[in-house]
């Protein structure tokens, strides 16, 4: 049983790490894994044991947490991509994206 909740907290890991690197394929596959173990270790408790109580709210705030993470990922791409845009829009011909210079900006 240690061994399982061993193993499931280095696929928790696994999973936590794949998320923060923006690795989405290799996330879903580290998932996948995660829940595998967990399904064999569920299987393995009976009914009534306190623990199957314990690894399923583990397993939510795992879900919560990179559920999170995942959309302020995707966020942070959107608004990357919408700022490449803005900047590749504005230098579309040669020194189209030049502002002309104030006096101000000479001086300083």
């Given at each position: ?77 959107g608004a990357?991509?919408a700022r ?25």
């Amino acid at each position: 049983m240690k061994d399982e909740a061993a193993e499931l907290e280095i696929r928790a890991g696994r999973l936590r790490a794949r998320v923060g690197e923006r690795r989405y394929r290799e996330a879903q596959e580290a998932l996948q894994d995660y829940c595998g173990v967990l399904r064999r270790m569920l299987a393995g408790l009976p009914r009534g044991d306190p623990r199957r109580g314990r690894f399923e709210d583990e397993w939510r705030r795992l879900a919560e947490e990179t559920r999170r993470r995942v959309l302020a990922g995707r966020a942070q791409a959107g608004a990357r991509l919408a700022r490449l845009a803005q900047t590749s829009q504005r230098r579309r011909f040669y020194g189209a994206g030049q502002e002309p210079h104030r006096t101000w900006a000479w001086l300083a």
